[in-house]
């Protein structure tokens, strides 16, 4: 059974750097991409990163490219996403969910390009 939980969000202050981690199992990870969304109230929910756990390109909406980091860790199943210089507008509950290798590409954004999701992680960002 494929599981996926995201942990580590919080109530941070402006300009904090917190990383949020998603860790796998079921499949196997090393074949897959992770990628990382996010869904503000009212808003509808939207590519943050993706990394392929195979080769680790990595892809970031223009929305955080310079302030968060992917990563990929393959002996212990995680992806982490390293977020610096928080905004109030990062505020969003941030998904995570897996995506079968052949349909990593350009489209990464795309929520139907992914297979499975975990429960989703709050972060609040206070100004």
């Known amino acids: 059974e494929v599981q996926l939980q995201a942990f580590g969000g919080g109530l941070v202050q402006a300009g904090g750097s917190p990383r949020l981690s998603c860790a796998a199992c079921g499949f196997t990870f090393d074949d897959y991409a992770i990628g990382w969304f996010r869904q503000a109230p009212g808003k509808e929910r939207e590519g943050v990163s993706c990394?392929?756990?195979?080769?680790?390109?990595?892809y970031y909406a223009d929305s955080v490219k310079g302030r968060f980091t992917i990563s990929s860790d393959n002996v212990k199943n995680t992806v982490y996403l390293q977020m610096n210089s928080l905004k109030p507008e990062d505020t969003a509950v941030y998904y995570c969910?897996?995506?079968?290798?052949?349909?990593?590409?350009?489209?990464?954004?795309?929520?139907?390009?992914?297979?499975?999701w975990g429960q989703g992680t709050l972060v609040t960002v206070s100004s």
């Open positions: 990394i392929s756990s195979s080769d680790g390109s990595t």
């Open positions: 969910a897996t995506m079968p290798p052949d349909r990593y590409g350009s489209s990464w954004y795309m929520s139907y390009e992914y297979d499975y």
